[in-house]
């Protein structure tokens, strides 16, 4: 998507790579809203310290992270032997894997990669192909999300108002992103509307994120905080919720997705608003029977009990955290929420919209064989 | 209510009358929970200052600064000519009120104030008068909220799980509070229980003020993101919610209260979890026909956009401002939301617990004589 730099709009994506310098290159999302600025990663395991320490996020632009970091392994291997060559890959993958343990998409990404792979029959035809497929696993992800923009954009008309909950936008993705795809292409088909960001206590990426990356592409947008939407609801001022899901369990329909999100489609249950969820099809669980069964991430108390932010209000301000609660007390900090499929009218996919009690009726068409 | 200064637990009101020095003493609520401070306003205008700057603030605490500040201006003139004297008076009761304009506490505590010193026959018996007024005032205040303390109290057993928005505690009032008041009473009747406290974005008042409160009293707590009840009510985790309010309709039994409020009864009713509003009979507005002729007050967008805190964890580190959100970026900001009486079990007030729909009915024990 575009990012303005100096009063220029220039297009980027989240996640890229520079075969000539052999570098990965990733908007440090970080520094956002606050300082934009393109880190570019020198080796493997400098690639695999920024998934780590989180310059880049999001499960689509960690995927493109670790298939680029594999092939830049592979091709920073001297030589011609094919086995030593092998036991370097293996390793280049073990260290990214190890950056974000949980994580299924550098895993499925980098298998892709690794799959490939097999059909060099030099080292240097290898080193060739990781390249191609790091590169084509990243088109992918902007492929899909671009589907998910094209059947989504139906949902927003003239005038619509849009809520959306936490980050789902393109800094998630190697570009477009999943929430906000419907958002780009209504924009590109012409049509003017509204969107309101949930702050998106406590790690406030609404406000941050999405906040920056709807004010790159120029889209009417005001922030509210997460008490407001209800209220706005009530005054008839939503039209249309999408937000993203980290985990959709493909039996039962239940989406779980940053804390506060149940609370959005409760609220819009109750006032007739339409609910929607959009995915790439990665995020779909198969398996699970239950969405108790979804482990829910306590995060540190620290979170609820300050915020960061920068000193100045200009771009460059000094980022710091203030403590804003009482120094004596403490804070619960669930990190995520589960979504039952009655309060969810729409899940969009890039195969298509599903009722959410329909996915695992229809899992064929959404790339399940089982 | 209690005070922790290093290590001594004293007892204190919000707002107190010091006669030897005539001066109105005053918790600086600014500076909570960061710093604990008492300012002492030297005349009435310094009163009036005091509380047009929200160095006090909360419907009953305002009123009890307005009648001291009252009898501080009246203790203030020198000489014995009435209608001098009475000249003097009307001006500090016009300094008073244009603190804060719409607020409707002060005019009734001067105007109480006002009538009994009719009574005195001097300048020396009207100035004793008024500040025995203005104690009586601070008094009936601190009743109250004990009365609402009495009745409310019921609803919470061992073990019981409450959940409160924003701040209606003891910095409020003169003490004890209206939401908290059942919570006082319970503790005072030695039962064990804990109180999640939303943060109250923007102006984060549960994290801040009813975090401290709850703390100096040693009452179990948590604070959470306000995105977080929805999820800890579905999970069962939360047995009872009790709120304050700014405005209940007599006529409707809706209720305003500060943003977010409405979304946590919504929460409440899906769950069937109790839903209670503390208040005392001030509060009632008995003349509005419907919660949609409140006026919705659009506070100002910094509020949302970043947050205050201390920039060291130490209670007198120093208090700065952050923007969070993305600098191109604006907001909305409504400060409070109407939750209709379907969604609320009982208000609780000083005259015992009434369902909102009975209000109208009960209006002569509610101390309506219309």
Chains 1, 2 share one sequence.
């Not at 799959?115 to 192909?129: D, F, L, P, T, W």
């Not at 989504?152 to 809520?163: D, E, V």
Request: positive net charge; glycine residues 10%.
């Amino acid at each position: 998507m575009n990012v303005i730099i100096r009063g220029q709009t220039r297009p980027y994506r989240t996640v890229t790579f520079d075969a000539n310098r052999n570098a990965v290159l990733l908007i440090e999302q970080r520094l956002l809203p606050h300082q934009f600025e393109i880190a570019a990663t020198r080796d493997f395991r400098e690639t695999a310290a920024a998934i780590r320490d989180m310059i880049v996020r999001g499960a689509g632009a960690i995927g493109a992270a670790a298939a680029y970091g594999l092939a830049q392994g592979a091709r920073a291997f001297r030589g011609r032997d094919l086995k030593k060559f092998s036991r370097h890959v293996e390793q280049v993958y073990d260290t990214l894997q190890s950056a974000r343990p949980t994580a299924v998409d550098p895993v499925n990404a980098m298998n892709d990669v690794r799959h490939a792979m097999r059909r060099g029959k030099s080292v240097e035809e290898q080193q060739a192909i990781a390249l191609a497929a790091a590169e084509e696993f990243a088109n992918e992800d902007v492929q899909h999300c671009e589907q998910i923009g094209r059947h989504g954009a139906k949902l927003i008309c003239n005038g619509t108002r849009i809520l959306t909950h936490c980050n789902a936008g393109w800094l998630a993705f190697v570009d477009v992103g999943s929430a906000t795809a419907p958002i780009y292409a209504a924009q590109a088909a012409g049509k003017k509307f509204h969107v309101f960001c949930d702050e998106t206590r406590p790690r406030s990426q609404g406000a941050t994120l999405t906040a920056w990356e709807l004010a790159q592409q120029g889209i009417s947008h005001e922030v509210i905080a997460d008490n407001a939407a209800g209220h706005l609801m009530q005054r008839g001022e939503i039209d249309l919720v999408i937000v993203g899901s980290d985990r959709t369990l493909g039996r039962t329909g239940e989406v779980a997705n940053k804390i506060g999100t149940y609370t959005k489609a409760v609220l819009a249950k109750r006032h007739g608003i339409p609910f929607y969820v959009a995915i790439p099809l990665s995020t779909i669980d198969w398996k699970l029977k239950s969405g108790f069964d979804i482990p829910i991430e306590e995060r540190h108390e620290s979170e609820v009990l300050g915020a960061w932010g920068a000193i100045s209000n200009r771009q460059s301000g000094r980022r710091a955290y203030v403590r804003v609660a009482n120094p004596t007390s403490g804070a619960r900090n669930p990190g995520f929420d589960v979504t039952p499929a009655e309060l969810i009218t729409g899940v969009i996919t890039p195969a298509g919209i599903f009722k959410p009690q329909e996915l695992w009726k229809c899992r064929r068409a959404l790339g399940f064989g089982g």
